[in-house]
């Protein structure tokens, strides 16, 4: 079924047996997303059903109800991803003939970021912060770092002389 699929794929990818497109393992926080995905709204709807016997019109039919439901074409698209992950696995070892994921009928994935800070008013935000934040703040504003990336950033990965960091 597609729970026992799931649970195989979520165990391997968190021992680092099954890895992305890219042959990375994937990271904890992709694993956490694909298992809330699919927790929350894969596998309540298409558990059950045997891995061979999804059909493009039960993903699509989830697409839409989703899609009806007010949720975000980006929503939409994240919830798939382990689903597309799975049945790529399955497909490149012949458990199914057919990837039921490809060829959807998506909502378009719209940003819903009305603007973005200018240089000046991103000046005026880091002055009313505190002097030992402001480095931090400044790093993600001009270079439009998002979190993750900051977290993972080192003392290597800037070079002053160049004016460059390496993400």
Do not use: C
Not at 6 to 19: C, D, M, Q, W, Y
Not at 21 to 28: H, L, T
Not at 65 to 72: E, L, T
């Amino acid at each position: 079924t597609i729970e026992e699929a799931a649970t195989e794929f979520l165990e391997g990818a968190r021992k680092g047996s099954v890895r992305d497109r890219s042959g990375r393992e994937y990271k904890p926080s992709t694993i956490r997303g694909y298992e809330r995905a699919l927790n929350l709204r894969i596998l309540p709807e298409l558990g059950s059903v045997r891995l061979t016997d999804l059909r493009r019109k039960h993903v699509q039919k989830l697409v839409d109800d989703m899609a009806a439901d007010g949720k975000s074409g980006s929503t939409i698209r994240n919830t798939l991803d382990p689903l597309r992950a799975i049945y790529r696995r399955a497909m490149s070892r012949e458990l199914v003939g057919v990837n039921p994921t490809s060829h959807l009928e998506l909502p378009s994935a719209k940003s819903k970021r009305d603007r973005i800070a200018s240089p000046a008013e991103a000046a005026k935000l880091l002055a009313a912060l505190p002097q030992s934040d402001r480095a931090l703040w400044a790093t993600a504003f001009y270079a439009g770092l998002r979190r993750g990336e900051l977290r993972a950033l080192r003392v290597e990965d800037i070079d002053l002389g160049k004016s460059e960091i390496h993400v």
